[in-house]
């Protein structure tokens, strides 16, 4: 019955390969209509008439939604500042923003009244630079352009970077990114006076049930979320995205409606913040750092979501792993008119780390020293409490990082490639490091249902995105109550049936929601012992659980045999709840962060130097999981986001001229293939059993993605002496530079 | 906050009145099929063979289901015995039972290839009466017509016979009635090779998860049985009916398939039990009666169902009220071919107390005593043992008697009405009275999520067939977890979200779900008062929950802030279970019934003997409830179960020749209508707070129905002195007893 650590298929994979996975958009809801989003063609503008008695007048087109239909509700919502309406209201301020919904019989029909909606714009000027955004003498997006400014200061940088043997400052850029999740985000909302119920693509459904009730003046029991089949989120699906807009539009047609984006649609609803981090850092002559300042711009867009919380955690994160006595962070997050930045998959730490393990990189090559042997001196140790207050270190990134270095052949010492060689393919070694103390509240609860058969329903709020969790939350019921993997079912995401989980994201589900079903086992285990001591009329301490039974030295009896002798049929069923706080567990959970979860990659990469072109023999990435309850996804969890960041490392950017997104489509903007797939790509996995999870896992999938782009531009230098700081490594982008640096 | 004994209007009204109540065929399930039935013309015959070659070749059609397509499923079900296959294996016992179904893309292509099916059958004799069926020289319908006898005997009746004064012996006949719910019969299935998921028109949802699972070889964990919106039920819906055929089409098909009855296919899937009852009492000079011996054919039809429980609870109901020295019951469910029998709202009752109360009235007449008077003479009393080992009765069947005789005004004495006058229109009063101990097992469980705003969800799994148990449920948890009604929202019948509750029937719901709920509300309530205990500062006893605070002394905070202060944000629950089990609550539910059931009604009528119609001017029916949580839904309750009383009293019968039912539909099958209601219905309440339930309340909901049948004919004899011992008393019957007596 020991099901930790093994690499159990997924529960999903048959309905998955075979189709009948239903997602939201396979959902039928009796009396549904569907609804297509007119959206604005200007990046910023006044709207100043919208017309829509043409299109009301077309058959089969049921409702309108626009900005006149706000009365009795509260427009505005985001994660952090409640800045966006969900439909425009005095002006747009990205192309694409919802303007007006139509809701009709069918897609043609509601496409077709679109067309017939007319809408008149006062064009405005268009911010599209962070920097020049702040500069205070033009127009603003919001009433400022600032959105948020955070950021870290100890110590004297100004006194330390006079003592220092070197400085060194470098501008770092990284692209505007999407997520590109299979499945665009999708919504049907069905109001009435009564409540709402919406089946959503949301991460956090329980964060989205809380927004519509304040929204549309319900309490949260009239609200249910429910979170059928989800194709991928990446943090695109997190928080509240399109539900409110369907909500008004089931509102104003007075039935439920479907609302699914197509793939451009939603490249304008959300991305990853693009990057402008200016570093500047302090070294002794011995490769020892001593001061760190840096102005970080982050590109929010058009409205703030969670971009104050990314500048927050972009502001740690370019302190990377090491230890600093001297620091300046300032972190703006800055409004800009483009599709609003939010969550991706560890939020604001690939754009830090980019920029912070480059200029290692540079600083070691400037000192000679290896690039494993400057992070080594510098890197912060485990137990170490390097942020004040905060948790101590709980992970070995120096183990981490040598482990890595040692699988692609990297040693100590700096050994520079043979870039003397006349072959155009040039072979290349990088390494990048990041530390990431993962957002992860201590807030999630789960109930456990044991039926008189001596099955298992477990009921775990965790969105099951594609991650696999619904087998870990499985596996960690099977150990603990003792009952084989295959007689669980689990039951997701549906606010109306499954208990309060605050998120699925920040790598928080196995540990939080996984302690949270652990307990409620643990808690049907009790009562199974309860019952046990009266069946067998002795002590509860005589007992244990194990394999199904409850034993008492040579006698045992099932589970099922003790709920029918306690409801006197084959009948009835225990319940048991979990709950996890931050009160609960001694105050385990208290302090923040849960765990940290370390980066680390390390690539091996050859580049023609005739293309440009950046092919990847060997690419591992390093994960800490304090135990891999299922081994498989831990891997193929690390494995996706290193290939995750590989994207933006060497392919993807959206690109925008003038306010418009010129390629949200999957052939202008290309994301990685199989056949773009490093030769040899490796996890590996760091188990000391440490973590603050069930049976000590931590957390993991985040991590995979922060050091990619660093190490692979590392390795570029070591291959070419080339190196190159905007994102991504594009074979023109490389070509050019190698170009550059061979006429210099 | 008190909500117990308010009249608070039903959580379902606007959704029932506005149409947005989703029944089973308001559904859609991605990739939906539509299924149809082709069902035997034929009573009884021998299948030889079946042709869907045909059929299978009509563009349109996906599966077509016979005998053929049972390997590796079970079946055969039945809520006693399991001699009922879903689909016809090697032979038809009654017209109508399924032999084939076809799942197609829409419903005219389904119906279209039932033509293009060929069955050959060999007839065989049709049984059809329940007497002949046992004489043991002809057809069987199975092995044997004996689906089961049971009875009652105790002292010695032969003795008591021939020392008792008189002796009366009589045969009523009661006939075979449909419920006629508004909705009939409808299932969607969904089979894949992991489970099953079943949405149904399922009184017991959780017995149909039972069989499904033994019937397709899953475990409880992997079959769901939903119930939405459910149009009644009366018994109609109990245990498992169309569900396992649907199941196996969906198998074959591959697909998910609804089949939703026609009225004339839900006539032939259940009914309740035709009966024939001899009664031999002996009674003294005074009135008290000594013995009673009786013997019951109940028809039940092709197949077992229930019939074994109800020819059980027919042998016990014809007793009555009374007290008995020496008692001889048999009571023989046969077996004809006809649609089977079973649950219906008061099993075995209504044919029981037709029996039993219409010969105390000719018992008291030929003693020249009144009805109430020789009715008091003999009924048990509240705290009598009256059956050897079930609970002391804790009814007061005098009082009630007493209650309905004086407000129809009849007196203690014999005061036969004015039969003599010349007028066409003649009135006669009469009294019925019966006693049931409800079948109702201490067998529910229930969850209540407390929200971070104050506001509750509950989890129970009582199906809301149209009685109103969501409402009583919502105000038992928020009278005890002290949160207004309406910030209350229920959650009922699915399987694969609530837990676990026996049935829906028996007059259970309130007092066992009631408790259950209530259970659950207060370890909510216990949570609170211990978060509370820590917010103060303060040993928990100097706390109490009142109005959605706990209160201490002058201090309080509200439960939504107890929790923040748990979660350490907005977020997170609390869950709260509760059990009902027999062993629970001291055993105090251990004993058997739960409560007993008094069915009294007293009806004054009118019959004008020129034509046999029968008009009711006041109908009194009294029902010991002991809190009515809801008022007007008791009242609404025991009404409807007045009127369906008045159904099978005086219109409903359905009626068979050679084995073909003739009258399914409601053009030639009579129901009761608003122009039926007598001009003063009335439901009057005993309320003594003396129930199991929570606060002190009993189920009620059957009770109501026992009775009308003999309270009328009891009328009509005091009336016109003419006796009818067979029901209906439609016009054409009364018209031609009267015409019959006026000839002697």
């Not at 923003?97 to 006062?122: F, M, N, R």
């Not at 589900?509 to 643990?522: E, F, W």
């Amino acid at each position: 019955m020991d099901t930790i650590g093994k690499s159990i298929p997924r529960i999903d994979a048959l309905d998955k390969v075979t189709g009948r996975a239903a997602y939201v958009g396979d959902l039928e809801v009796p009396g549904m209509l569907h609804g297509k989003i007119l959206r604005s063609p200007l990046p910023h503008a006044v709207v100043k008439e919208i017309g829509v008695k043409k299109a009301l007048k077309l058959p089969g087109v049921v409702a309108v939604l626009t900005r006149d239909d706000l009365e009795g509700l509260d427009p505005f919502y985001g994660a952090v500042l409640r800045d966006r309406p969900f439909i425009a209201t005095d002006k747009v301020r990205y192309q694409g923003e919802p303007v007006a919904a139509v809701a009709a019989v069918d897609l043609a029909t509601a496409e077709e009244a679109l067309d017939l909606i007319q809408v008149e714009y006062d064009e405005l000027p268009v911010i599209s630079d962070t920097v020049e955004a702040l500069m205070d003498d033009g127009a603003t997006v919001h009433e400022t352009n600032l959105c948020n400014q955070s950021g870290y200061e100890w110590g004297d940088v100004t006194d330390a970077f006079a003592k220092a043997d070197h400085v060194f400052e470098d501008t770092f850029t990284f692209p505007m990114v999407y997520h590109y999740s299979m499945e665009p985000h999708a919504v049907i909302a069905d109001y009435s006076n009564q409540g709402i119920t919406v089946w959503s693509t949301a991460q956090h459904p329980f964060l989205v049930r809380e927004d519509l009730a304040r929204m549309f003046g319900f309490q949260l029991h009239q609200v249910r979320v429910v979170v059928p089949y989800l194709g991928g989120g990446f943090g695109s699906k997190s928080y509240t995205k399109l539900e409110p807009l369907v909500v008004a539009l089931s509102k104003v047609a007075g039935r439920p409606v479907r609302v699914a984006l197509t793939v451009e649609e939603a490249f304008k609803t959300i991305r990853r913040h693009a990057a402008r981090c200016t570093v500047k850092t302090g070294v002794m002559n011995d490769g020892s750092f001593v001061a760190r300042e840096c102005l970080i711009h982050l590109d929010t867009g058009a409205y703030a979501d969670n971009g104050p919380l990314v500048a927050n955690r972009a502001a740690e994160r370019i302190m990377g792993a090491y230890r600093w006595d001297n620091v300046k962070i300032t972190s703006n997050a800055v409004y800009t008119n483009s599709t609003p930045a939010g969550s991706f998959r560890s939020i604001g730490a690939p754009q830090a780390a980019w920029a912070s393990e480059s200029q290692v990189d540079i600083i070691a090559d400037a000192l000679g020293l290896g690039p494993l042997e400057i992070r080594l001196k510098n890197l912060v140790e485990k137990g170490e409490e390097f942020r004040p207050g905060r948790r101590a270190l709980d992970a070995d990134p120096a183990t981490g990082l040598r482990m890595a270095a040692q699988a692609i052949g990297m040693s100590l010492d700096k050994e520079p490639e043979d870039q003397g060689s006349a072959l155009p393919i040039k072979t290349g070694r990088g390494l990048g490091c990041n530390l990431s103390g993962v957002g992860s509240s201590a807030t999630s609860t789960a109930i456990v249902r044991l039926h008189v058969d001596g099955t298992v329903t477990v009921f775990a709020g965790t969105t099951e995105i594609g991650q696999g969790s619904r087998g870990v939350l499985a596996q960690i019921a099977s150990q603990e109550l003792q009952v084989p993997f295959e007689h669980i079912s689990m039951v997701s995401s549906d606010t109306g049936v499954v208990p309060y989980d605050r998120s699925t994201g920040s790598s928080r589900s196995t540990t939080m929601m996984g302690l949270a079903v652990q307990g409620a086992a643990k808690e049907v285990k009790d009562q199974l012992i309860e019952l046990a001591a009266l069946h067998f009329d002795c002590p509860p301490e005589e007992l244990s659980a194990q394999g199904g039974l409850i034993i008492r030295a040579d006698e045992s009896v099932a589970y099922g045999a003790l709920i029918e002798e306690e409801f006197g049929a084959r009948a009835g069923e225990l319940l048991g709840r979990g709950y996890v706080t931050p009160r609960r567990d001694n105050g385990r959970l208290r302090q923040s962060p849960a765990f940290w979860e370390i980066g680390i990659a390390a690539a091996k990469i050859e580049v023609d130097t005739k293309t440009g072109v950046i092919r990847i023999p060997h690419y591992v990435s390093v994960a800490d999981v304090g135990v891999a309850i299922n081994p498989q996804q831990c891997e193929g969890q690390d494995e996706g986001a290193s290939m995750q960041g590989l994207g933006h490392t060497l392919f993807e950017e959206m690109v925008y001229e003038d306010g418009q997104l010129l390629n949200p489509n999957l052939v202008d903007y290309k994301v990685p293939t199989f056949a773009d797939l490093p030769a040899n790509l490796e996890t590996q996995m760091i188990e000391n059993h440490d973590g603050p999870g069930p049976f000590g896992a931590k957390g993991l999938g985040e991590g995979g993605i922060v050091s990619a782009a660093p190490s692979v531009a590392n390795a570029l230098f070591q291959a070419t002496g080339v190196r190159i700081k905007d994102l991504p490594l594009t074979p023109e982008r490389v070509w050019r530079a190698l170009r550059d640096a061979a006429a210099k």
